[in-house]
């Protein structure tokens, strides 16, 4: 009996090193994001993002906005592949030219810290990855929390203009929406929260804004705020390419903090989407905790971003290394 055990225990263990060993071979050259992709193909890369990223924000202050909106533009719409930085061309419209992307910029910064990258290290760190980080960097200059975040992705080869209007959500969608529009993708309500509170910083259009001023002011904003509002939207029909907007934030527009909450308590939210996260019974015990605690909110926050970096990234051998971001290889 003893060496009949012994047998079948051994049979036990070659099939069991049989099948991981079929496990491996079938996920070779599959890897999916990692902490420190490129320790050993390019060491240098996320401190050159970091001291680009620096540099860019202590020119342009601005800059840093633009990397936190990159990163929901692109990761919420079907995979996190910098399709957002690619270019119209004769076959294939851009995502930053539609509606929905409206107000974002900036993008020749990216390129310049993608040239600084290439500079150390040719054809290896992906513009996916040098936006996410990007944005990673730019919420730390910004006050916000310091998110350790997977890398590995590759670049995808086409836009997905026509799907923005599926994946992101307006400013005046209903809060169902909204929350069914990130609950896709895995981010749940104290998630979509902590996200909007990224309203905290940078500026709004009055494009955005001027259906809650004119004809008639909406009944939901606060009076005392109103006048600024007024001010600086002083046209019902503003036109969209001159610099006309208010800020999110009068108290810390600079700071991504904790303020944007008690702000839409107050009744002071700019969009409709604000007004609603207060409102909402689904969405409001989360406001007043996040209004009171601003750890909680960078810890919902953090967790948040970090799902959102890791929708549905190509890894491995798909997509590809773009040489410029703005362009899929074949191009050049």
Same mark, same amino acid.
């Given at each position: 009996?003893?060496?009949? #055990? ?15 060993? #079929? ?101 290896? $760190? ?5 936006? +996410?980080?990007?944005? /990673? ?22 836009? /997905? ?30 998630? $979509? ?13 009055? +494009?955005?804004? +001027? ?31 001159? +610099? ?14 904790? @303020? ?18 207060? #409102?909402?019974?689904?969405? /409001?015990?989360? $406001? ?22 890791? @929708? ?21």
């Amino acid at each position: 009996m003893g060496s009949k #055990a012994f047998y079948l225990l051994a049979v036990l263990s070659f099939s069991a090193l049989a099948l991981q060993a #079929a496990f491996v071979a079938e996920n070779e050259g599959k890897p999916g994001l990692v902490m420190n992709f490129y320790r050993d193909t390019c060491p240098q890369a996320e401190e050159i993002i970091r001291e680009q990223v620096k540099l860019l924000y202590k020119r342009h202050k601005n800059t840093a906005f633009s990397w936190l909106r990159n990163i929901f533009h692109d990761c919420a719409v079907e995979s996190c592949d910098a399709s957002l930085l690619l270019d119209s061309t004769r076959r294939m419209m851009s995502e930053k030219e539609m509606d929905r992307s409206f107000g974002l910029r900036n993008f020749r910064y990216l390129d310049s810290i993608k040239e600084a990258v290439e500079r150390e290290c040719p054809g290896v $760190v992906s513009c996916a990855d040098i936006l +996410v980080l990007s944005a /990673r960097d730019g919420i730390v200059e910004i006050g916000g929390p310091y998110i350790a975040l997977k890398t590995g992705r590759r670049d995808g080869r086409r836009s /997905r203009a026509e799907m923005l209007e599926q994946y992101l959500p307006d400013h005046n969608e209903s809060m169902s929406v909204v929350l069914e529009r990130f609950k896709s993708i895995g981010i749940n309500t104290p998630g $979509v929260v902590a996200l909007l509170g990224s309203h905290s910083v940078g500026r709004t259009h009055c +494009v955005k804004l +001027v259906h809650r001023l004119y004809p008639e002011v909406d009944p939901a904003l606060n009076p005392d705020h109103v006048p600024h509002m007024l001010k600086k939207c002083y046209d019902p029909i503003p036109d969209p390419k001159a +610099v006309q907007y208010v800020r999110n934030d009068r108290g810390t527009p600079m700071k991504l903090d904790n @303020n944007y909450y008690r702000n839409i308590l107050d009744n002071k939210g700019l969009l409709i989407v604000d007004h609603e996260l207060s #409102a909402d019974e689904r969405t /409001r015990p989360y $406001v007043l905790k996040m209004a009171k605690s601003q750890d909680y909110f960078f810890k919902e926050f953090s967790r948040a971003i970090t799902i959102l970096s890791e @929708n549905n990234p190509l890894t491995g051998t798909k997509g590809e290394i773009r040489r410029q971001c703005s362009a899929v290889n074949k191009l050049h």
